[in-house]
């Protein structure tokens, strides 16, 4: 073999060398994006069956987002650059969600980072859309009638909005916390308006109910 087919030969070689790497790596990254769309979906799933007061279905796709999770952990160890970025933050943040509402309904009590193994940012941005998943609930007690719980769930709204609010060097730490307390905000605005309408709507609805009443003793009153 001449040395013009001897550096070809190698020049072959190091290209599939390459090819196979790059390769590999689509892989790991499509693999790495799936799981993370997975983790997303499973997630909103969790939420979504916990307002159907159907928890331990919520818990078991939890544990099928953890599951995932470990799957994404594994592989950021092997390519870290495929991994991080903003579609595995938006996952984790889903996930996080997840966890401190489904345990806020079960347990009264806000999980840990810790516990449920997530970086304190994804943590943080999870719980400020915990507001928006509460604003979901006092709406479904005010239309089951239940003010009192709606007025619960506007105070657990209101104690998430004022602790993070009070993180004021958060925000130059945490991208995205301001603009989702602005919208918290907005959104305990909005539920303190229909609490305080529905208060309002059920004392006038037991005055008249108290007034018929009254008016009906009397009528019977003066015909015995």
């Known amino acids: 073999m001449s040395g013009r087919e001897t550096l070809s030969a190698t020049l072959k070689n190091l290209i599939e060398e390459i090819k196979l790497e790059l390769t590999q790596k689509e892989e790991t990254r499509q693999e790495a994006h799936q799981n993370m769309r997975k983790v997303t979906s499973l997630s909103k799933q969790a939420i979504l069956l916990s307002h159907q007061k159907r928890l331990p279905e919520a818990k ?25 970025g903003g579609m595995f933050s938006a996952a984790l943040q889903e996930y996080a969600e997840a966890c401190i509402f489904i345990t806020l309904i079960e347990e009264s009590r806000f999980i840990t980072p810790k516990e449920i193994e997530l970086p304190p940012v994804e943590y943080v941005l999870g719980l400020a859309d915990v507001v928006g998943e509460y604003r979901r609930l006092a709406l479904d007690a005010l239309r089951e009638g239940e003010v009192e719980k709606g007025e619960q769930c506007l105070q657990t709204m209101d104690t998430i909005y004022v602790e993070l609010e009070a993180l004021d060097e958060a925000y130059m730490l945490v991208s995205g916390l301001r603009r989702k307390n602005d919208v918290s905000r907005r959104i305990i605005e909005a539920t303190r308006g229909d609490l305080t309408q529905e208060v309002r709507r059920k004392a006038l609805e037991d005055y008249l109910r108290s007034f018929e009443q009254r008016l009906e003793e009397r009528n019977a009153a003066r015909k015995g």
């Open 60 to 84: 078991g796709q939890l544990q099928k987002a953890k599951m995932r999770l470990g799957e994404l952990k594994a592989l950021a160890k092997e390519q870290p650059a495929m991994i991080y």
